[in-house]
């Protein structure tokens, strides 16, 4: 049974951080590419950030760049998404997501995710 669960979300202020947290059970971690995707009310799905099994490719969405940082600790199955600068824009639904497929690729077919953590920012 494969498990991916976030927390860390919440209510913020403009100009807040927030540190969402997502770990993965059932599968080998270490052998999977990451991703952090977000979707408001209305809106598609974006996808916000990823980092590639190896941690050498690593991909922020325009809108996050210089603010968001995506991480991982393979020894605790852990993915981490540190947001700084948080703006009213940046309030969705944050889900974790464990790929098969390339981190490079939008609309990943091939995932396990998570149910979501909250993040609201207001003005």
Same mark, same amino acid.
């Given at each position: %049974? +494969? %498990?991916?669960?976030? $927390?860390?979300?919440?209510? =913020?202020? /403009?100009?807040?951080? *927030?540190? *969402?947290?997502?770990? +993965?059970? &059932? !599968?080998?971690? @270490? ?16 996808? +916000? ?5 190896? &941690? ?16 991982? @600790?393979?020894?605790?199955?852990? !993915? $981490? !998404?540190?947001?700084?600068? *948080?703006?009213?824009? @940046? ?5 974790? /997501?464990?790929? %098969? @497929?390339?981190?490079?690729?939008? $609309?990943?077919?091939? +995932?396990?995710?998570? %149910?979501?953590?909250?993040?609201? =920012?207001?003005?």
């Amino acid at each position: %049974q +494969v %498990q991916v669960v976030e $927390s860390g979300g919440g209510l =913020v202020q /403009a100009g807040d951080s *927030l540190r *969402l947290s997502c770990t +993965v059970s &059932g !599968l080998r971690f @270490d052998y999977q590419n990451m991703g952090w995707f977000r979707q408001a009310p209305g809106k598609e799905r974006e996808r +916000v950030s990823c980092i590639e099994w190896t &941690g050498i490719y690593i991909y922020y969405a325009d809108s996050v760049k210089g603010r968001f940082t995506i991480s991982r @600790d393979n020894a605790k199955n852990t !993915l $981490s !998404l540190q947001m700084n600068s *948080l703006k009213p824009e @940046d309030t969705a639904m944050y889900y974790c /997501a464990a790929l %098969q @497929d390339a981190c490079s690729e939008p $609309s990943p077919t091939e +995932v396990y995710w998570g %149910q979501g953590t909250q993040v609201t =920012v207001s003005s």
